[in-house]
């Protein structure tokens, strides 16, 4: 059972916008700012998305979005593709002796 | 542009040290501003962090594993290695390497990975 939890999966059309969720607790997403998400292609390695809670590397679209509200962050994709349909990771720093732990994952379907 | 690549067997027996190897190009392993870490992603499933190392040596790990997990780094070679003792058929993964932004602590550059099959 991962740390932190993502529902399994979402949908959207293209053109729409939609919303990955991942839960932790205080002791990670709620207490700390390191929040990133990864998007990953089937048989690809993960790529950064989001680092930072809301910060975008250079190259990645702005379409893709991070916000935190207490203990829970999400990743907003608007204006979706059907290259964005990919499973996405959730991941925190965590004060427990864990030190990082990652979310299950969520697989995206662009319908 | 900096790459890594990983090495190392793809299969290993039971019971067996599984030793896999990251090499870093375009760029220096020494820099103060990263770590450098193993992931793995078991068929299927998502991502387990396992360990990450500074170029200083030293190192940190995820608990779960810290009894049979050593990682260490060679700056004259620009690379750093994975070493995960007696293992078992729940070790069978893709294991991929990444560089550790310190500063964001995300993981910002990662390898393409490589399948590691433990036979019984």
């Known amino acids: 059972q991962s740390a932190l939890t993502q529902f399994a999966s979402v949908s959207g059309s293209p053109g729409q916008s939609i919303t990955i969720a991942c839960t932790g607790t205080s002791s990670d997403i709620g207490g700390y700012n390191y929040v990133s998400w990864y998007q990953q292609h089937p048989g690809k390695a993960p790529k950064l998305m989001i680092y930072?809670?809301?910060n975008r590397p250079s190259g990645v679209s702005n379409r893709f979005s991070g916000s935190k509200s207490g203990n829970t962050a999400s990743l907003t994709i608007s204006g979706l593709q059907a290259e964005d349909e990919a499973d996405y990771y959730c991941?925190?720093?965590?004060?427990?002796?864990?030190?990082?732990?990652f979310g299950g994952g969520t697989k995206l379907t662009v319908l | 542009q900096l790459q890594l690549q990983e090495s190392g067997p793809g299969l290993v027996k039971a019971s067996e040290t599984l030793s896999l190897t990251c090499t870093v190009s375009g760029g220096s392993i020494s820099s103060s501003s990263y770590y450098w870490g193993w992931i793995r992603q078991p068929p299927g499933t998502g991502l387990e962090w396992i360990g990450n190392v500074y170029y200083s040596g030293s190192t940190f790990y995820n608990p779960s594993l810290k009894s049979r997990v050593t990682i260490s780094v060679d700056t004259s070679r620009n690379q750093f290695s994975l070493s995960l003792t007696s293992v078992t058929a729940a070790d069978t993964a893709v294991y991929f390497c990444a560089r550790h932004w310190l500063q964001f602590l995300a993981f910002d550059i990662w390898g393409r990975g490589t399948l590691v099959t433990v036979s019984s």
């Open positions: 991941t925190s720093y965590t004060s427990t002796t864990t030190n990082w732990v």
């Open positions: 930072d809670v809301s």
